[in-house]
């Protein structure tokens, strides 16, 4: 079992920036994929952006130029960085890991962008 804790939401104006952070523990070997989803009130949760074991990355296009994904594979951590706040970005935002193909989820964590 791999459990996630996430840190680093808050309220925030808009062009403002916030870093987010998860950590994961328990049985982390070989977690290979983490990234980050968000879910806006009366939507479906969608992933922000994703980061391999690796170093590869992939982002939301609503993300790319703005967020920053970055994972620290010896401290099993994997942090969000996010630039340029739009109240769009408005969300819970959770972290992901994925271990032998068995997703695992954080708890959340609220980001509000609003003025």
């Known amino acids: 079992q791999v459990q996630l804790v996430e840190s680093g939401g808050g309220l925030v104006q808009p062009g403002g920036s916030l870093r987010l952070s998860c950590a994961a523990s328990g049985y982390t070997f070989r977690i290979n994929a983490m990234g980050w989803y968000r879910q806006a009130p009366g939507k479906e949760r969608e992933l922000v952006a994703g980061i391999t074991s690796d170093g590869t990355t992939n982002y939301a296009q609503s993300a790319k130029g703005r967020f920053t994904i970055s994972r620290d594979n010896a401290k099993n951590t994997v942090d969000l960085q996010m630039n340029s706040l739009k109240p769009e970005d408005t969300a819970v935002y959770y972290c992901?890991?994925?271990?032998?193909?068995?997703?695992?989820w954080g708890q959340g964590t609220q980001v509000t962008v609003s003025s």
């Open positions: 992901l890991a994925v271990q032998l193909g068995t997703d695992y």
